[in-house]
């Protein structure tokens, strides 16, 4: 009997490591407020949302040198920097994979890609990938639309950038340029959630 107890109180413990766990991984939900970071960008200077002070939000895509998806991506990510920035919402990207394991994504590939394509906006590295995590970032390019209200960043997007990654000229929903335009605009983001799909994130 002892011994049955002792199992089953082994398997609840377990069951609710478990669960706490996968809750944890999951990162924010619609409706979370970010918490900053402190990241180190492509030039070696440390970079925070917080620097920001006349952003109105921010559209932050965890994106690699490596991933074909991701690469599909770029000019896009670049584009909606140029429009989005001026108004308010700039684009932060991070590089979220474990460079040891993805050598193509150490900070001197990062320099070179970035001078190579022009990007406009910051390149930062999440060393020791502590912050994908907190975002529930699964992919690359995997995209969080922050708001900048009085209590913080608050998520107002999360997913894809648009729905073909394929060709650019075949898209047929923008949906991060949908979601910047509605908080521009002051009104409510209409599809807050999309798959995102890309390649996982190396750890």
Excluded: W
Excluded at 37 to 43: A, G, K, Q, R
Excluded at 55 to 66: D, E, H, L, R
Excluded at 132 to 153: D, I, M
Aim: overall charge positive; aromatic content about 10%; hydrophobic content about 40%.
């Amino acid at each position: 009997m002892k011994t049955l107890k002792f199992i089953l109180g082994i398997t609840t413990v377990v069951l609710f490591s478990a669960f706490t766990l996968i809750k944890d991984n999951q990162g924010y939900k619609v409706g979370d407020v970010a918490t900053d970071f402190t990241l180190e960008n492509i030039d070696g200077k440390m970079v925070s949302l917080s620097d920001y002070k006349d952003a109105k939000g921010f559209i932050v895509v965890f994106t690699c040198n490596t991933c074909p998806y991701a690469v599909a991506y770029e000019d896009r990510i670049i584009a909606l920097d140029k429009k989005y920035a001026k108004k308010g919402y700039p684009v932060i990207a991070i590089m979220p994979n474990n460079p040891e394991v993805q050598s193509g994504d150490r900070m001197e590939a990062m320099q070179a890609r970035a001078k190579a394509k022009g990007f406009t906006f910051p390149y930062l590295m999440d060393k020791g990938q502590e912050i994908y995590p907190q975002y529930g970032a699964t992919k690359t390019p995997h995209v969080f639309v922050l708001q900048k209200e009085n209590k913080g960043n608050v998520v107002k997007y999360i997913g894809a950038i648009d729905d073909n990654y394929k060709d650019a000229n075949a898209v047929n929903q923008k949906y991060v340029e949908e979601a910047v335009d509605a908080l521009l605009e002051g009104k409510s983001v209409k599809e807050t959630h999309t798959r995102a799909i890309g390649c996982t994130i190396k750890v």
